[in-house]
């Protein structure tokens, strides 16, 4: 069994940033990658961001240079670091891990971006 549970999700002002975290525990032997995918209302799910476990990171083309996904190893814990907030990113932010070739989600957290 594999728990994510994420923090950091808020109401933010246009342009402003917000920090998500998303800490693993359980059985996670051999977590190869942690990510971020979010969802807006009436919108599919969508990736943003995956870290793998040597550290390489891959963003999703609109969150280039804005979003930076990061990880902290001794506390199983990756990050999202997000900057210039806009009104399109208001979504659920959903935590993603692959551990021995399964996908284990969080339950999500709500980020708004409005004035």
């Known amino acids: 069994q594999v728990q994510l549970v994420e923090s950091g999700g808020g109401l933010v002002q246009p342009g402003g940033s917000l920090r998500l975290s998303c800490a693993a525990s359980?059985?996670?032997?051999?977590?190869?990658?942690m990510g971020w995918y979010r969802q807006a209302p009436g919108k599919q799910r969508e990736f943003v961001a995956r870290?793998?476990?040597?550290?390489?990171?891959y963003y999703a083309d609109s969150m280039k240079g804005r979003f930076t996904i990061s990880r902290d190893n001794a506390k199983n814990t990756v990050y999202l670091q997000m900057n210039t907030l806009k009104p399109e990113d208001t979504a659920v932010y959903y935590c993603w891990a692959v551990v021995a070739g399964r996908d284990y989600w969080g339950q999500g957290t709500q980020v708004t971006v409005a004035s």
């Open positions: 870290i793998t476990s040597g550290g390489s990171t």
């Open positions: 359980g059985s996670i032997f051999m977590l190869y990658a």
